[in-house]
């Protein structure tokens, strides 16, 4: 799904991607970091996660230092995320939806 969003922003001139988050450090049009303790100069409108369950609790505790609003993606998160999630919601704006991919989407529709 990164590489979906990559591709829309660049197709879109209206959608910059100012940073991303990959334990790998991808190269990219933009700079990736390998956690969010690294961003530091970069402002966005806000954080799109299409990560995994284990990478939600450092989604979750940047924008709830930064008060940046969030679109989590990721699926299999615990109940303990989820109550969080809830809990943010009251202070930082955050969507919450289904895994969003589009094999994942396909699947739902022919079962």
């Known amino acids: 799904m990164g590489r979906e969003v990559s591709a829309f922003a ?26 969010f303790s690294k961003l530091s100069k970069e402002s966005a409108d806000v954080l799109i996660d299409f990560s995994v369950a284990p990478a939600v609790d450092a989604v979750l505790d940047f924008a709830e230092r930064t ?31 289904a895994n969003m991919s589009l094999g994942v ?3 739902m529709k022919l079962a």
């Open 67 to 97: 008060g940046m609003p969030a679109v989590i993606c990721t699926t299999g998160l615990s109940e303990a995320q989820l109550t969080r999630i809830a809990e943010l919601q009251e202070k930082v704006a955050i969507l919450r939806s």
């Open 10 to 35: 660049a197709s879109d001139e209206t959608v910059k991607i100012v940073a991303g988050v990959d334990r790998a450090e991808l190269a990219a049009e933009y700079p990736v970091y390998a956690d």
């Open 105 to 107: 989407n396909l699947l």
